[in-house]
């Protein structure tokens, strides 16, 4: 089956910062993906690209196997994205932005999709509110909502459950695994909380300075790198990329 | 070309705009106080000026039309400031949406909020200042036209000097038909401009515009061609406009401007 999403030797620079050097992976479908690094590691530049909102220097992505740079309309409709820092406008309403997000989408019966989509995510109550008067965990679950609107192929989720409570995020997480399971959509995860990609993601990625320096099963790579947790081994990383192959 | 994407875009400036007053007001409120204000000049120089000529076609026609082409450029400038202010930059271009289909949707939402403001100037120039469009004859049709073509591309063009230069360059936007306006003789003829304002003039769609408003208003004919050369200035500077506003996209793309358009600019 084709990879929801291959990248091929990917790489972007701003001035003299090599922000992506030459990065290569894939999500395949029902698979999660973790992208962890340190803050600057180019976790966000990379999602950026896939999302077409950046152009890369050299190498390619292609998203179902349609190449970003050639479809990017056709590509981009079957991806979605919730990012921490990109709340919906907060002058409209849920439901507002959610139409208004269904239609650049085109989700096919969109009033059927918003009402499930509201439920799925508790937002009934607050379907005719401001985005803008919500709490950070409520947009963010606004963002969420918006991120499967369209059944995404490939889900790309930039810190999703930052913000929310640990009993919501662990529903988030629950809601995200069944969706990967119930369909044939990958996803791309980045986050700095390790319980959860031990928990959540299928395999793990760990970025630094732009190179992927470690890949594996989030479940085994500590004990294969002589640490006890991912969590320690995401420290020893950040701190000391050279004992990991950087170069 | 997607309908429903480009209906995205003018559905949410309609929601914008339907909840909130300090949105409405201004589709309508500076031109009524312009019409206003002119229509009480114009009847104060008919009372003044020789009898037989009427300034009111002539000057508060004039200052109708002018008001109706800032209209259409603020129109799709003030939608394009809605992603600007919203920050909803990266929500919105990491759509499958076209450049094409953003650029009729702001057109379309200009479109909806000119009529607004034309229908209200209408109503008081027409209401209270006796001004009669039928002085103008079919003429203000290719009048309406040509303005409305080129209100468009120094929209879009408003648009890519934002996208270029960041959120706090919206004030190159608001003056820019004010600097059109003396070469594009809206209250006088071309002619009584020095030479080198006349050629600038001639580059400029509005001035073939008001000089053949003048021409009807003084028992003439408006001249076909000069009109049909505005008209196609005006497309000429649509697919400029959208051609910069590409390019300026495009680089945007490179820098990455679009994903980290709050900071202005990237050096």
Redesign the interface.
């Known amino acids: 089956m084709t990879e929801m999403l291959a990248l091929q030797g990917l790489r ?1 620079v ?1 001035g003299d910062v090599v922000a992506v050097d030459g990065i290569s992976f894939d999500v395949r479908p029902n698979e999660i993906v973790g992208l962890l690094g340190p803050n600057g590691a180019g976790k ?2 990379t999602i ?1 690209m896939v ?5 890369p220097d050299a190498g390619t992505i292609h998203i179902e196997g349609l190449d970003l740079a050639r479809n ?3 590509a ?2 079957r ?1 979605n ?1 919730a ?1 921490v820092y ?1 709340p ?6 849920v439901y ?1 932005n959610l ?3 269904g ?4 989700v096919k019966d969109l009033p059927k999709r918003l009402n499930e989509l509201l439920k799925q995510f508790d937002l009934e109550a607050f379907r005719d509110k401001k985005c803008g008067v919500l709490s950070s965990g409520e947009q963010t679950r606004v963002s969420l909502a ?1 991120a499967m609107l369209n059944h995404p192929k490939l889900l790309l989720l930039d810190e999703p459950t930052a913000s929310l409570d640990p009993s919501t995020a662990s529903e988030i997480r629950t809601g995200i695994r069944q969706f990967v399971k119930q369909g044939t959509s990958g996803v791309l995860w980045t986050s700095h909380n390790m319980y959860e990609v031990e928990a959540v993601c299928d395999r793990v990625l760990f970025l630094s300075h732009g190179k992927i320096l470690l890949e594996g099963d989030p479940k085994k790579l500590p004990g294969a790198h002589g640490k006890r947790t991912l969590e320690e081994l995401f420290i020893a990383v950040a701190r000391e990329p050279l004992t990991f192959g950087m170069s | 070309m997607s309908w429903n994407r480009t209906f995205a875009i003018v559905l949410r400036q309609f929601y914008l705009i339907r909840g909130s007053l300090s949105r409405v007001v201004p589709l309508f409120s500076w031109i009524a106080v312009d019409m206003i204000l002119w229509g009480f000049l114009t009847r104060y120089l008919n009372t003044v000026a020789s009898p037989g000529f009427n300034f009111v076609p002539a000057l508060l026609g004039a200052v109708l039309l002018w008001d109706f082409f800032i209209r259409i450029m603020h129109g799709i400038t003030m939608a394009f400031l809605e992603d600007v202010w919203s920050r909803n930059f990266l929500n919105i271009f990491a759509t499958p949406l076209l450049m094409s289909e953003y650029a009729g949707g702001l057109v379309l939402s200009s479109i909806a909020t000119s009529l607004v403001g034309l229908g209200v100037m209408l109503f008081i120039a027409v209401a209270f200042f006796q001004l009669s469009l039928f002085v103008y004859g079919l003429a203000v049709l290719p009048f309406l036209f040509v303005l409305f073509l080129f209100g468009i591309s120094m929209g879009i063009f408003g648009s890519a000097l934002v996208l270029r230069f960041g959120p706090a360059s919206e004030w190159f936007i608001w003056p820019l038909p004010a600097l059109i306006s003396p070469f594009a003789g809206v209250l006088y003829p071309v002619s009584t401009l020095p030479h080198w304002m006349q050629f600038v003039s001639r580059f400029l769609p509005p001035s073939y515009v008001f000089e053949g408003l003048r021409t009807i208003v003084s028992g003439g004919t408006a001249s076909g061609m000069a009109l049909l050369t505005g008209g196609l200035l005006a497309v000429g500077y649509i697919f400029l406009a959208f051609w910069i506003f590409k390019g300026v996209y495009k680089s945007a793309l490179r820098t990455g401007l679009i994903a980290r358009y709050s900071a202005e600019n990237l050096g």
């Open positions: 972007k701003y966000t530049t950026n999302l077409g909102v950046l152009q990017r309309s056709q981009i409709a991806t994205f990012a990109t919906l406008p907060g002058n409209l309403t507002q139409r208004v997000f239609l650049l989408y085109e918006k």
